[in-house]
């Protein structure tokens, strides 16, 4: 039930008039009265009505500063406000009583079905801005669940990425992953470690050349490269400080179009073989 709250003044008769007359025309509403602007603002707080009639001439504050009052505090500013005077009719009194707050302004004497149809405006529109804000309410809410499980997801995501890197780093088997072109994007600390170049070295010069310094033995490197295979191959890589690194590659296509690389040293082994022989 809609709740209509009339402080007009101190007079009783004409606030009891006043309350007959809602009640009469408007029984599916429940009617509440103050006989000052102080005691509509203390029910206006407490009851939270639905619409409140507002009489300009009041004793202890004027219906403007009540207004006033209603429409900067949180709990009661979405209420709507019908002003209703019997002196003030003027455009600048209907003027002041708009800028502060009001929704609508009635002239004493009464037309009843004019404060009927001003109310149940007042209820149409008090209803879509309470569904307004309801909804806004909620999205806010989905919008700050959602931000904390994307913050959450995200540091979830910053640690998995941690850890991936820490076992990629740690695995005691060289990685790379290049471009199409065959450019190095990244080589983790095994290939660092085995080779002597660097991720942030090989991203400004010609890896593959460095690496496979023979023209010929490049092509070869290249055409394997290129067919993303998983079979084994053994190469003999040049490392920075000149040494030859005997290694066996495997290569790993991603959907981004680049590759990883995956390459065991089998230089000791290759060793240890010729030793025996």
Same mark, same amino acid.
């Given at each position: 039930m809609s709740k209509i709250l009339l402080p007009i003044d101190d007079r009783m008769d004409n606030l009891m008039s006043l309350s007959a007359l809602m009640n009469n025309l408007m029984p599916d509403c429940a009617v509440i009265t103050a006989?000052?602007?102080v005691e509509g603002i203390e029910k206006a707080g407490s009851e939270l009505p639905d619409v409140i009639l507002l009489d300009i001439k009041m004793p202890d504050m004027d219906g403007f500063e009540?207004?006033?009052r209603l429409k900067s505090d949180e709990s009661t500013?979405?209420?709507p406000v019908i002003m209703i005077t019997a002196i003030k009719t003027d455009p600048q009194s209907r003027i002041k009583g708009l800028e502060i707050g009001a929704d609508a302004f009635?002239?004493?004497p009464i037309d009843q079905y004019e404060l009927v149809s001003q109310v149940k405006v007042a209820l149409r529109i008090k209803k879509a801005e309470d569904a307004l804000r309801a909804e806004k309410d909620s999205l806010d809410r989905l919008v700050e669940e959602r931000t904390a499980e994307l913050r959450e997801s *995200? @540091?979830?995501l910053e *640690? @998995?990425?941690e850890l991936f890197k820490t076992i990629v780093d740690q695995i005691p088997v060289m990685l790379t992953r290049y471009d199409p072109h065959a450019n190095m994007l990244?080589?983790?600390r095994e290939f660092e470690r085995k080779i002597g170049w660097r991720t942030e070295e090989v991203q400004n010069i010609d890896m593959m050349e460095k690496v496979y310094p023979d023209p010929e033995y490049r092509k070869k490197a290249y055409e394997y490269m290129?067919?993303?295979t998983t079979e084994w191959r053994a190469f003999h890589a040049t490392s920075k400080s000149g040494d030859i690194i005997k290694s066996e590659w495997s290569n790993i296509r991603l959907e981004d179009g680049t590759q990883i690389g995956i390459g065991i040293d089998i230089t000791e082994r290759k060793q240890a073989e010729e030793a025996l022989r």
């Open positions: 006989q000052s602007g009540t207004c006033r500013k979405h209420i009635l002239a004493k *995200k @540091e979830n *640690k @998995e990425r990244f080589l983790n290129q067919k993303a």
